[in-house]
C-alpha cells in the first residue's frame, strides 16, 4: 500500500519560514519525480517546485529564490524548505510521486498571517 504522509505545516507570520516534508511508503521512492503542489481556496491546484529522480529541480516562478525542495532517498522523503513566507503562500500543500503512477499525500495546511 502506497502512502504519502506530509508535515510540517502551520501557522507563520509573513517574512517567516517552514519546512514541509512528505515520507512515502510503498514505492521505490528513488525512481520517482517528487512534486509539491498548493491549492488556495478558490483556486485551482498549482505546481510548486518538483525534483527529478536525478535531482534536477523546477519551481514556479512565484515561489522562486523562496523555496528550496529536496529529496533524501535514504529516508524516502521530499523536503520544501519555505523561506520568506508571504500571504499569498497560504494554501494546502500537498506532495505527489510519479513515475508510472501518480500518489498523492492528503495535504497539509500552511497559512502565513500576521
Known amino acids: 500500500q502506497v502512502q504519502l504522509v506530509e508535515s510540517g505545516g502551520g501557522l507563520v507570520q509573513p517574512g517567516g519560514s517552514l519546512r514541509l516534508s512528505c515520507t512515502a511508503s510503498?514505492?521505490?521512492?528513488?525512481?520517482?519525480?517528487m512534486t509539491w503542489y498548493r491549492q488556495a481556496p478558490g483556486k485551482q491546484r498549482e505546481d510548486v517546485a518538483k525534483?527529478?529522480?536525478?535531482?534536477?529541480?523546477n519551481y514556479a516562478d512565484s515561489v522562486k529564490g523562496r523555496f528550496t525542495i529536496s529529496r533524501d532517498n535514504a529516508k524516502n522523503t521530499v523536503y520544501l524548505e519555505m523561506n520568506s513566507l508571504k500571504p499569498e503562500d497560504t494554501a494546502v500543500y500537498y506532495c505527489?510521486?510519479?513515475?508510472?503512477?501518480?500518489?498523492w499525500g492528503q495535504g497539509t495546511q500552511v497559512t502565513v498571517s500576521s
Open positions: 505527489n510521486a510519479l513515475f508510472l503512477q501518480s500518489y
Open positions: 510503498g514505492i521505490i521512492f528513488k525512481k520517482y519525480i
Open positions: 525534483i527529478f529522480s536525478g535531482g534536477n529541480t
